[in-house]
């Protein structure tokens, strides 16, 4: 599933007349570059939930045959939040472990590892697997301890959940299906009970929430000298 529906505030005003995945980097929009890099990782069914501007993401992206994967949509009448959105498109996405990408994110990291982690979630019996990476400059506190390969919602050093996730529908249970909600608390239960994994990127990873950060990913992409 890829996270599309956010109103894009701190992109404004490039989105107020375009939603935020459609923006583009590297000469395409940054929910092609997701789509292009889980398809290149095996998956081939990819849900996308959206809210603001949302016809327009069906309009670009179709039925994604174009891509060489099959897309189905999730539209939300308001903003559901990140559980809330998982919640409401668990019908799309069944009843076994399934992988997470925050539309609004950019990053390196192999995807088919997580594909890999997916499969194994459910026996290890695990609610969630994610993926950390080193604190960026705009979020110095973190969000979570890893050690040994498992989260907490204390200790020191903290990493910064980098919006790539795998997660059991299980995790979801407790929301009713069109309601606001959060994905931080379900999370900091979960690891409260040891039922979440984690695993470090240090590879490129950049939250492209600013214009300035899309333009610091646009150069990147194009390989433009800095």
């Known amino acids: 599933m890829i996270l599309a529906a956010g109103r894009g505030e701190r992109m404004r005003p490039l989105t107020d007349s375009c939603p935020k995945?459609?923006?583009?980097?590297?000469?395409?929009?940054?929910?092609?570059?997701?789509?292009?890099?889980?398809?290149?990782?095996?998956?081939s069914d990819i849900a996308i939930n959206h809210a603001h501007l949302g016809t327009m993401i069906e309009a670009a992206l179709g039925d994604g045959g174009a891509f060489g994967v099959r897309i189905r949509y999730s539209p939300?009448?308001?903003?559901?939040?990140?559980?809330g959105g998982i919640r409401?498109?668990?019908?799309?996405?069944?009843?076994?472990?399934?992988?997470v990408?925050?539309?609004?994110?950019?990053?390196?990291?192999?995807?088919?590892?997580?594909?890999?982690r997916a499969a194994t979630l459910s026996a290890d019996g695990d609610l969630a697997h994610l993926l950390m990476?080193?604190?960026?400059?705009?979020h110095p506190a973190g969000d979570f301890h890893l050690a040994d390969g498992r989260l907490h919602r204390d200790g020191e050093?903290?990493?910064?959940?980098?919006?790539?996730?795998?997660?059991?529908p299980a995790l979801f249970a407790a929301i009713t299906p069109g309601n606001r909600a959060a994905l931080g608390p379900?999370?900091?239960?979960?690891?409260?009970?040891?039922?979440?994994s984690g695993a470090l990127?240090?590879?490129?990873?950049?939250?492209?929430?600013?214009?300035?950060?899309l333009a610091e990913l646009d150069v990147r992409l194009r390989g433009i000298p800095t």
């Open 133 to 138: 990476v080193p604190n960026p400059e705009h």
């Open 76 to 83: 939300e009448a308001e903003a559901l939040e990140t559980a």
């Open 157 to 168: 050093p903290r990493l910064t959940f980098s919006g790539i996730g795998v997660y059991h």
């Open 201 to 213: 990127h240090t590879g490129y990873w950049l939250d492209v929430g600013t214009p300035a950060r």
């Open 101 to 116: 990408v925050n539309g609004d994110v950019f990053c390196d990291a192999a995807l088919a590892p997580l594909r890999d």
């Open 88 to 99: 409401q498109a668990l019908p799309l996405l069944g009843d076994v472990p399934f992988l």
């Open 21 to 43: 995945p459609l923006l583009q980097a590297g000469g395409k929009p940054l929910i092609v570059w997701h789509i292009e890099r889980l398809r290149d990782a095996g998956f």
């Open 186 to 196: 379900l999370l900091r239960d979960a690891m409260d009970a040891g039922r979440v």
